[in-house]
C-alpha cells in the first residue's frame, strides 16, 4: 500500500492550475501515443459505483491495464456498501487491497468520508455535485480541437448540475470565460458558483442566446440526471427553451464546437442535427476520458510527477 501523505482528486481545484496544465500535456501525450510507461504495474484500482456507467467504467478500467495495473468494478448491487456497510469500514477494508478507489455515488458527503477514512488515493467519478474528470476531459478537447482554453468562451445550456458546477471549477481555476443559461430554479451550487464568480469571468442567464452568442464552446448534458428519474415531466416543461439546436449553434462563433459529456437524449436537451452535425465533437471528448483519467491514475496512483 502507498505511504501517506496521498493526493485524492474529488473536485478540480485539488489540483493548481500549473498542476492541471501538466495534467493536461501528460494526457496529451497519452492520446498521441507518446506515453508508454507502466506506473500502476503491480497496482490495482477498486471501482465502486452506486449508479450506471458506460464511459466512466470502461475509461477507468481499460487506462489502469493499459497503466500496467488492474482495475476491480464493485457494484452496489454486489458489494456490502449496498447493503448498509458504512463507507469509512469500506474504505478502510478497501485500503488493504487495492492502491486507489475510484466511487461513483449520489451525495458529494460520501465520497469526502471515503477519502477521509481511506488510506490510499480516491478519484471521484461523479456526484450528485461534481464530475471533474469529465470536464478534465472536456477542456482537453477543447486544447485538442481549439488550441487552448483560457481565451476562449464556453456556453453551458441547461441544468446547473453536477457538470455546470464542474464547469464553473474549470473556470475558477483555469481563468476562462463561462456562461450559463439556466432556468429558474435550476442554478448551480450556490458555493461552487460564488467563488467561480469571485475569481473570473462568469455569468449565470436565463437567456440561451445571450450565453452562446460568440461563444467557442457550446455544451449541455441532460434535463433529469441520474437519480432525477421521476422529476422528468415537471423537468421538460422548465427546459423546454433550452435546447441545442441549429438556431443556436448559429449564434456561436463560426468555429465552435458541441460537447455533451453523455448519454444524450437526441430531441430534448440537443438536436440530433447538432450532435451528429459538424460542430460536434462529443466522440473525441468520450475517448478523453481514456487519456485524462490514465493522467490523473499516473499521478495519483503511479507517482508520475506534475512538476
Ligand atoms: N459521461 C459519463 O460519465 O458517462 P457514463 O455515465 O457512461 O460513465
Ligand atoms: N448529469 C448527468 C451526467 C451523466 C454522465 C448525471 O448525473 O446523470
Redesign the pocket.
Given at each position: 500500500m502507498p505511504d501517506r501523505p496521498h493526493r485524492d482528486f474529488l473536485a478540480i481545484p485539488d489540483f493548481s492550475r500549473d498542476e492541471l496544465e501538466r495534467l493536461f500535456d501528460l494526457a496529451e501525450r497519452m492520446r498521441l501515443g507518446l506515453y508508454q510507461s507502466k506506473p500502476m504495474a503491480g497496482k490495482s484500482l477498486g471501482m465502486i459505483f452506486l449508479k450506471a456507467s458506460t464511459r466512466t467504467r470502461v475509461s477507468f478500467e481499460v487506462g489502469a491495464w493499459q497503466l500496467g495495473g488492474h482495475a476491480s468494478f464493485l457494484s452496489s448491487r454486489d458489494v456490502q456498501l449496498g447493503r448498509g456497510e458504512p463507507i469509512a469500514d469500506t474504505a478502510r477494508v478497501l485500503s488493504r487491497f487495492v492502491d486507489a478507489i475510484m466511487i461513483r455515488t449520489f451525495a458529494h458527503s460520501d465520497v469526502e468520508e471515503l477519502a477521509q477514512y481511506a488510506d490510499v488515493p480516491v478519484i471521484n467519478g461523479?456526484t450528485d455535485l461534481l464530475?471533474p474528470c469529465?470536464v478534465l476531459a472536456d477542456v482537453l478537447t477543447v486544447r485538442q480541437h481549439l488550441g487552448s482554453i483560457g481565451d476562449k468562451v464556453v456556453a453551458w445550456v441547461g441544468d446547473g448540475?453536477?457538470?455546470a458546477n464542474s464547469w464553473l471549477n474549470a473556470a475558477y481555476r483555469l481563468g476562462f470565460e463561462l456562461r450559463l443559461a439556466c432556468p429558474a430554479g435550476y442554478e448551480p451550487d450556490v458555493r461552487v458558483l460564488a467563488r467561480a464568480q469571485a475569481h473570473g469571468k462568469v455569468i449565470v442567464t436565463r437567456d440561451p442566446a445571450e450565453a452562446v452568442a460568440g461563444a467557442h464552446v457550446v455544451t449541455t448534458?441532460?434535463w433529469a440526471?441520474?437519480g432525477q428519474e421521476e422529476e422528468q415531466a415537471v423537468r421538460e416543461k422548465a427546459f423546454a427553451g433550452y435546447r441545442v439546436d441549429d438556431a443556436l449553434m448559429a449564434r456561436a462563433d463560426r468555429q465552435a464546437i458541441f460537447l455533451h459529456?453523455l448519454p444524450a437524449h437526441r430531441g430534448e436537451e440537443v438536436t440530433a442535427s447538432v450532435i451528429d452535425g459538424p460542430h460536434s465533437r462529443v466522440w473525441d471528448e468520450a475517448e478523453n476520458r481514456l487519456h485524462i483519467q490514465k493522467a490523473i491514475m499516473a499521478t495519483l496512483v503511479g507517482g508520475e510527477p506534475l512538476s
Open positions: 461523479l464530475h469529465q448540475n453536477n457538470m448534458d441532460v440526471s441520474m459529456c
